[in-house]
């Protein structure tokens, strides 16, 4: 394995970390790029922020970033949420921001602002998601990270939540950004090795609403940003490694008000039966590459077929064993690819199910 060049020199950094900062506060804003990649800058802000109304419009030069012409370049960035900054520690933080072009037009990037419309009119029925996020690590050459140099590791079988070395790679790397998202207000709700080796997935939910892209985002970009230091790169692509290796998806989770309630099967069945009328409208924004994932096999329905089930999971929807036994909580879109846009995927569920 080649080294990291991004490795940072933690002894020689350490005392200027522990500079006084003289009140002010860094405010690292994130946003999403053409490619749908995450990018990010630093301000400096007077004092603490206590409120969203205490942070600038900003921009930046969306020529460099697939999402302006050069003649037009300026984006700007409005800050959408806020969170702890687990890297730099202290008061300072990290911005959720939404793009907008300068004709007052959000930016073709900024899916944000379609759900936040459509959790705005859905509201009374308390919408609430947690999105299966899966990944796929490689080092700095490429190869599939801690995979043998010029081969392949066993087949598939005991990597799932496996144990042990030669079972599960990165298991440092993925502690560490477990811990950044709680320190950071993330709603993660845990983790597990994935079936193929150096695949994992990290759990973020329930959250309601808007709150679930904003999380995926943050989610996101600390596992980025954490990796960064590792010499790790992470591929959020649906069929990372060609051949009889799993596949990455981004399973959501969705629940209203009615279907956590007492006889909520009945709510779960007629939003099913929503899904199962626009499965061509979901699929066009469940993911890029998402018919190499979609297979029929390898634990997924076939992308061309809607299908649902209890305990399916072959099925473009499951209903958990555990919710038809009680009769309600929740249903599990399977078919959303690990590279989606969570804010335009809980957008068209919400739309599907409850506002069409
Ligand atoms: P799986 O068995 O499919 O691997 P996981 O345990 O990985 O399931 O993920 C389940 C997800 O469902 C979590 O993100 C959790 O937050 C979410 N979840 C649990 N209850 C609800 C609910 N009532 N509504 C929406 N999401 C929920
Ligand atoms: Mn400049
Ligand atoms: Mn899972
Ligand atoms: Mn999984
Ligand atoms: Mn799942």
Partial sequence: ??????????????????????????????????????????????????????????NFD?????????????????PAAYYPDPFRGGDNIIVVAECWNNDGTPNKTNHRYQCNKFMEQAKEHVPWFGIEQEYSLFDMDDKPYGWPKGGFPGPQGPYYCGVGAGKVYARDLIEAHYRACLYAGVEISGINAEVMPSQWEFQVGPCLGIKMGDDMVMARYLLIRIA?????????????????????????????????????????????????????????VYGADNDLRLTGKHETGHIGDFSSGVANRGASIRIPRHVAAQGYGYLEDRRPASNIDAYQVTGIIVESTLLL
């Fill in 62 to 78: 969306g020529s460099s970033t697939g999402q302006a012409p050069g003649g037009n370049s300026d984006v700007y960035l409005r």
């Fill in 228 to 284: 960064e230091e590792w010499g790790v790169k992470v591929s959020f692509h649906p069929k990372a490694v060609p051949g009889d290796w799993n596949g990455a998806g981004c399973h959501t989770n969705y629940s209203t008000e009615a279907m956590r309630k007492e006889g909520g099967m009945k709510a779960i069945e007629a939003a099913i039966e929503k899904l199962s009328k626009r499965h061509k409208e979901h699929i066009a």
């Fill in 1 to 58: 394995m080649s080294a990291n060049p991004n490795a940072k020199n933690a002894a020689l950094m350490a005392p200027y970390m522990q500079l006084d900062q003289r009140g002010k506060v860094q405010a690292e804003y994130i946003w999403i790029d053409g490619d749908g990649e995450i990018r990010g800058k630093t301000t400096t802000v007077d004092s603490k922020v206590t409120s969203l109304k205490d942070l600038k419009e900003w």
